[in-house]
């Protein structure tokens, strides 16, 4: 994909939840099922980070995060959108709200 953010964006593949709930009763309900619930995934993996913020200011942001690693942003942040089958969002650096490096034995990329 050649899709590069800028200013102080993020593209982020979607991280699709899988999560599964058992009721008291011994039920086990899948977020899975649900059509919209990709539509509303607020985690991904960092694709690419943009080079900077907008309107003359010269220095580059200082990301505590890097390619690779996984954000959590804010539900309705952004625009999403498809490619060759993947999901992808472009949110704004102020829209992230955390981040977790990847599972030891995984290299992030810089």
Do not use: C, W
Request: charge should be neutral; aromatic fraction near 10%.
């Amino acid at each position: 994909m050649n899709i590069t953010p800028i200013h102080d964006n993020v593209l982020v593949s979607l991280v699709e939840s899988n999560k599964e709930e058992v009721s008291k009763k011994g039920i086990i309900t899948s977020l899975a099922s649900n059509d919209k619930s990709d539509a509303n995934a607020n985690k991904g993996i960092v694709i690419a980070l943009g080079a900077g913020p907008a309107y003359g200011k010269t220095e580059k942001p200082k990301y505590a995060f890097g390619v690779g690693d996984i954000i959590y942003f804010k539900e309705y942040s952004g625009i999403s959108f498809e490619n060759e089958g993947n999901k992808y969002k472009i949110i704004g650096f102020e829209d992230v709200l955390a981040f977790e490096k990847p599972e030891s034995g995984k290299q992030r990329k810089r």
